[in-house]
């Protein structure tokens, strides 16, 4: 394995710890937060953004989530301040 071959196989290993530690990171499943940011967006786009995440917490009441606190400190730690930042920033991380 030639000097390039071997920096993009640590580069990838590199990328692949990454996110396994940013999955383990998750105060919940993947899935509910698919489902959050899809719902967050149909609300968004009708009503808009009051700078809260006072939708953030009725969706994820409504999806039973526990515990809330602790979803929504890591969310504002990942740059989800209110509902339109959750859905912007936070969903960013999940691509």
């Known amino acids: 394995m030639d000097e ?3 920096k993009k196989e640590l580069k990838k ?4 710890e990454q996110q396994r530690l940013f999955e383990e990171s ?3 499943c993947r899935g509910q ?14 009503k808009g953004c009051d700078h809260t995440n ?9 999806m039973e989530v526990e515990p809330v606190d602790e ?4 969310m504002r ?3 989800g301040y209110c509902d339109c930042e959750i859905l912007w920033n936070v969903e960013e991380h999940f691509e």
Do not use: C, N
Not at 13 to 16: A, I, K, T
Not at 33 to 46: A, T, W
Not at 55 to 60: A, R, V
């Open 26 to 28: 998750l105060p919940m």
């Open 71 to 74: 979803v929504i400190a890591w």
């Open 54 to 62: 006072k939708q953030t917490l009725k969706l994820l009441d409504s």
């Open 4 to 6: 390039k071959q071997r």
């Open 13 to 16: 290993q590199w990328q692949q």
């Open 77 to 79: 730690e990942h740059g």
């Open 33 to 46: 937060f698919m489902q959050l940011f899809d719902d967050l967006d149909v609300y968004l786009e009708e």
